[in-house]
């Protein structure tokens, strides 16, 4: 199993151009999360889905969209990228079931450093 | 709103000796869970330890333990025989019982002397 991945790993974009991250994973877990992490902050919610189909806003949801059309895949977009977005992206994902602690720990994909000029 | 607060941005310390790294959160849940993560340089996020707020046994995991304090909501993590493999960022994080969300703390640097 590959777990959570990550596409691109790094990229550099100008600012008002548009992109997107895709986030995979492979172990049929119901909920997925898009973090960022900036120095000093600690990782913040972006956004967050608890089934195919369903999104919802976590802490820092402006200038970010999210789409989850397949249950594996949870895509972040950037419709105009500003400089205050550069940042490093985290996705993770979780079972989300019954069963406790464990059912939602969550697994971390290996980031993409954004960079915005 | 859920509050995690780690105070120190950095500590040190000798390979072999043991080193506490702090936490403190705030919440008006009574169900909830509390999670150690690590970072090292390559950026990947490891979960070392978690605590179920309903368990009094703090947990323990090879070299890491945790020192849950309820009442104080305190959430320490201890890291025995401190190995250069330790060196990295480390964050505690929260989460409600019935909300898979969790709330990180802004994270701590442990460097590891030889």
């Known amino acids: 199993n590959a777990g959570v991945t990550q596409t691109p790993k790094f990229r550099v974009l100008k600012t008002g151009q548009s992109m997107t991250l895709l986030c995979a994973q492979d172990m049929n877990h119901e909920y997925m999360y898009w973090y960022r992490q900036d120095p000093g902050m600690g990782l913040r919610l972006i956004h967050y889905?608890?089934?195919?189909?369903?999104?919802a806003k976590g802490e820092v949801p402006d200038g970010y969209n999210v789409s989850r059309l397949k249950k594996q895949n949870f895509l972040l977009g950037l419709e105009s990228a500003a400089p205050s977005q550069t940042s490093v992206y985290f996705c993770?994902?979780?079972?989300?079931?019954?069963?406790?602690?464990?059912?939602?720990?969550?697994?971390f994909g290996p980031g993409t450093r954004l960079t915005v000029t | 709103a859920q509050t995690v607060t780690q105070s120190q941005p950095e500590m040190s310390v000798q390979e072999a000796e043991t080193v506490t790294l702090s936490c403190t959160y705030d919440t008006s849940e009574s169900d909830y869970y509390l999670f150690w993560y690590k970072q090292p340089p390559s950026r990947q996020m490891i979960l070392v330890i978690r605590q179920e707020a309903y368990k009094q046994q703090n947990a323990t995991e090879n070299r890491f333990s945790v020192n849950f304090q309820k009442a104080a909501k305190s959430f320490s993590l201890k890291i025995s025989d401190s190995q250069l493999g330790d060196a990295a960022m480390y964050f505690c994080?929260?989460?409600?019982?019935?909300?898979?969300?969790?709330?990180f703390g802004k994270g701590i640097t442990l460097s590891v002397r030889p």
């Open positions: 994080a929260y989460r409600a019982g019935a909300n898979s969300k969790l709330t």
């Open positions: 993770a994902s979780s079972y989300g079931g019954p069963g406790g602690a464990s059912s939602y720990e969550q697994y």
């Open positions: 889905s608890v089934g195919e189909g369903t999104t």
